[in-house]
């Protein structure tokens, strides 16, 4: 398997600006120094990478020129405006009145509309009703998967396995591709540290290196080697920026951070998404510095732009340009779409403020043409990179998309990414795998057999009804004759159900009777995603009741829990014998859920995101900073620590934590050179002995710490991981390259780069200062 190993900095996303002055959305571009020449001993510049698909071409120029010479006003803002189609139970169709604006040029781009057919339809509508002829382009939220469902994003993050995400997201451009889908509004790159937030499900988790490998294997993924091959997709960095800080949890709620914090930790992926290509951005819902995110030009020109050099376009997120009136940063629409514009926005999502306004503003001289001329240019380049003005109906072929959805080996790949996907949390006594006398297995709960629930949120072409293949059907395929799987639902997680015991008396009964139970517990498909916030993280529903009758019948008990988050499941830790999180596994999650619980498949999941003992400790996170008074478990009992008092400080489950059916240990830690000079380079190296019986990955990680510096840093940082396979009693030495621009972050002056100093250095099996004996280098000038 392919090893990432401190191939992307931390520096890579550096802004480097000298002040964290924000710029207003009226004000003119401030004058950016240029960044490839350091000012200061350690400073890492700013690297801007060109795609290939930005590169000059002479002849789309030419078109683009004559073209645009062709459109009116009306018509160039047309192409900044992108609409949804309407969906019905007959099928799909849309209202009258965008049927008008398609055919008068004042629509650019659809979404929500698929299928060879229907994207056919619409397009002629654009390319035989309009007078330019301007093809459509569409866009739909190919998430983690089209037709054929992956994992949800968060459980493929815990796969570590950048291989398995980017042909998870291969699959996902060729289905959609193939049903007349040119652009994904994909990948979420938002750091997430709070289970509360409903979209942590959506994204990479709470790191940023692992984000950042992450958001480049997606875009890979999805945009292939050639943007004009009909089988890849636009890809788009979502939501930029800083969405996932969201105070409380609460989804759309206020972002308030430090310019440091919004550096180091909330930019890296985006940027790492800009150097792999990413065609397209999409602001994000939340102000930063107090600007709504559409309206800031600090994010989306000064840093998208200028300090990156980003090439594509820029769409809103859903109507996020009218909601800058109730954020109390425009007065009216035709403000806020002149702040848009001004700030960097391309295209308007749905809210119909660019078509409604623009004009006008322009008429009264208080938005720019120049502005307008830029942004058409860019969407249009966009339509001819991907050949439609050569063919507007290219993507739109009935005999490719009957020949590609549901492919074998895409459902087969689904398979493969969500049993990598799946983490063992506990397995006390080797209750997993399930031996051959467990001839009677009681399988319970409300998340066992319901189809609705194997996909998770986000999966919006996902078939729920009959594709899904539930963890009933995949365990009684698997298991034969002679084993007996006895399913009874026995609990309910919606809210509602909270002190109810309906169900609880046939799935004690069954319990009883087995050699072993299997409890299939969670949260509902729409309990995690887009406004899915909660104020618990526990089993919803009266399902911890149930789960404790269960226990209390003496049964060795198996937990699988499906959710799209952290959940507070401390009770079972303590009293379950086995617990499998296998987040929403997809259309071929049974099968997977079964091959990991029968030992077909070896479990070698790592979380991707901090558990915590209870929703109190949110917001939660491996690489928080150390405080001037630190627990100390020495000293238990002294009240003026940073702790809680009914509460340890730690997690229920660390970051990069994770079992496996087989045992590794870890050497000590050897490095190359104590000494890491400005020019050089160490090598960090531990040897991994498989130490069980069967064959087994494991995820090695590496982490380092900057015991001091001109600001606080954290107490671990993840700078590596590698995947290994091993045989029973194989060993191989792992080895990690650091360079210090691996060590860089944003000093006290607000540059980017590294500081002499010494740091210690851990090679691990997860997150955590106890996880292994740290080995120590120096830094020097």
């Not at 997120?317 to 960097?344: C, F, V, W």
Request: glycine share 8%; hydrophobic share 40%.
């Amino acid at each position: 398997m392919r090893g990432y190993v401190l191939k992307l900095s931390l520096g890579c996303a550096a802004l480097a600006l000298s002040a964290c002055a924000t710029v207003e959305a009226g004000a003119p571009p401030r004058e950016i120094a240029a960044q490839s020449q350091p000012t200061a001993v350690g400073t890492v510049p700013v690297e801007t990478a060109q795609p290939d698909w930005a590169a000059t071409d002479p002849e789309m120029n030419a078109f683009i020129d004559d073209l645009m010479g062709q459109m009116t006003l009306q018509e160039k803002i047309g192409q900044l405006t992108l609409l949804t189609s309407d969906w019905e139970s007959t099928g799909p169709t849309m209202r009258d009145t965008y049927q008008a604006d398609i055919r008068a040029g004042r629509v650019g781009s659809i979404f929500n509309a698929y299928t060879a057919d229907y994207t056919r339809q619409l397009q002629e509508l654009a390319v035989e009703g309009t007078r330019l002829k301007i093809p459509l382009l569409f866009g739909y939220d190919v998430i983690h998967g089209h037709r054929t469902i992956f994992p949800i994003s968060l459980g493929e993050a815990a796969s570590w396995d950048m291989d398995a995400i980017e042909r998870s997201a291969r699959v996902s451009a060729a289905e959609a591709s193939s049903e007349g889908i040119h652009w994904t509004f994909s990948p979420m790159v938002d750091i997430a540290r709070d289970a509360r937030w409903g979209r942590i499900s959506e994204g990479a988790g709470e790191d940023v290196y692992l984000g950042s490998q992450v958001a480049r294997a997606r875009v890979r993924g999805y945009q292939g080697d050639d943007l004009g091959a009909v089988d890849t997709v636009l890809a788009t960095a979502k939501h930029f920026a800083a969405y996932g800080a969201a105070q409380a949890g609460r989804d759309y709620h206020t972002v308030d951070i430090s310019e440091r914090t919004l550096r180091d930790v909330y930019l890296p992926p985006f940027k790492a998404a800009v150097d792999e290509g990413v065609a397209t951005f999409m602001t994000s819902f939340n102000e930063y510095n107090g600007v709504p995110a559409s309206g800031s030009r600090y994010l989306l020109t000064d840093v998208l732009r200028d300090q990156w050099g980003f090439d594509g376009f820029v769409v809103t997120d859903y109507t996020s340009i009218n909601e800058m009136i109730p954020h109390g940063y425009s007065r009216d629409l035709q403000q806020a779409g002149e702040q848009a514009l001004n700030a960097g926005v391309d295209m308007d999502m749905q809210g119909a403020v660019f078509m409604e306004h623009l004009k006008q503003s322009i008429d009264a001289g208080t938005a720019s043409q120049a502005d307008i001329d830029q942004a058409v240019r860019r969407i249009l380049e966009m339509k001819y990179r991907l050949g439609l003005f050569e063919d507007p109906y290219r993507y739109s072929d009935n005999a490719r998309q009957d020949a590609t959805l549901y492919k074998p080996e895409f459902l087969e790949a689904a398979r493969d990414v969500a049993r990598k996907s799946m983490v063992l949390l506990k397995n006390e006594g080797n209750t997993l795998p399930l031996v051959a006398g467990a001839k009677n297995i009681a399988l319970i709960g409300p998340l066992a057999d319901s189809k609705a629930d194997m996909i998770g949120s986000w999966a919006a072409a996902g078939d729920r009804q009959t594709r899904p293949v539930t963890i009933l059907e995949g365990m009684r395929q698997r298991a034969g004759e002679g084993t007996r799987i006895n399913y009874v639902k026995g609990a309910s997680y919606e809210f509602a159900s909270s002190g109810s015991t309906d169900g609880f008396a046939e799935a004690v009964a069954a319990a009883e009777q087995a050699d072993v139970v299997v409890a299939v517990m969670g949260e509902k498909w729409d309990m995690t995603g887009e406004a899915a916030s909660r104020t618990a993280l526990d089993l919803p529903g009266n399902q911890q009741a149930l789960l404790e009758r269960l226990v209390a019948t003496g049964k060795p008990v198996v937990l699988v829990v499906l959710s799209g988050r952290p959940n507070s499941i401390g009770w079972a830790d303590d009293n379950v014998e086995a617990i499998l999180h296998a987040w929403y596994p997809g259309t071929m999650g049974g099968h997977a859920v079964a091959d990991v619980l029968f030992g077909d498949y070896n479990p070698s999941g790592k979380l991707p995101v901090t558990f915590p003992l209870t929703v109190g400790q949110e917001p939660l996170h491996y690489d928080m900073k150390n405080t001037g008074r630190p627990y100390s478990a020495d000293n238990p009992q002294q009240k003026y620590l940073s702790r809680y008092l009914n509460t340890p400080n730690d997690p229920l489950y660390r970051f990069g934590y994770g079992l496996s059916y087989t045992n590794f240990s870890y050497s000590p830690v050897t490095l190359s050179n104590p000494t890491l000079s400005a020019n050089g380079s160490l090598t960090a190296s531990a040897t991994i002995t498989n130490t069980g019986d069967r064959a087994g990955a494991e995820v090695v990680q590496m982490y380092v710490r900057d015991l001091v510096g001109s600001v606080t840093r954290p107490v671990q940082e993840l700078k590596g991981f590698e995947k290994v396979i091993l045989q029973p009693g194989e060993s191989r030495t792992v080895s990690f390259r650091i360079e210090p621009k691996d060590l860089a972050f944003t000093r006290a002056d607000m540059s980017h780069g590294w500081e002499p100093g010494e740091f210690n250095l851990w090679i691990a099996p997860s997150s955590g200062l106890e996880a292994s004996a740290p080995v120590t280098f120096n830094l020097t000038e």
